[in-house]
């Protein structure tokens, strides 16, 4: 898991023994679609070597929205925190490491440290 996210969330790393099982690594290829515009996003992807980029579809234009890389965050944030149809894509544009912690594990955390919603918050409003 990426060194600057454990850094950001003091909780997590005291205590990541107990909790790095909900933390999912990952190695995506080049163009890989980890989330499906219309399909509800079930994770938040920390970047910790490559690049990934959100996107839609506008009437058959494919619209790059922004591009993440190394130590960043990446969901459709809306789909992932109220559960409904994404408006947007989420590919790798290169070979990529990257964690995943789902819906069900952040809110595992949060229910056990509560302190680290705020951190969560700030890391959405870096993006």
Partial sequence: MSNN???EIPEIEENWNQIKHLFIEKHVRSKTTLLSEGMVSKYIYFINKGALRLWNNDDGRDITVQFFFEGQVVSSFESFYQGENSQFSI?????SNI???SKESLD???DKFPNINK??????CKR
């Fill in 5 to 7: 996210f454990l850094k």
């Fill in 91 to 95: 590919e790798s544009i290169e070979d």
């Fill in 99 to 101: 964690t995943l912690l």
């Fill in 108 to 110: 595992l955390l949060i």
């Fill in 119 to 124: 951190y969560i918050i700030d890391i959405i």
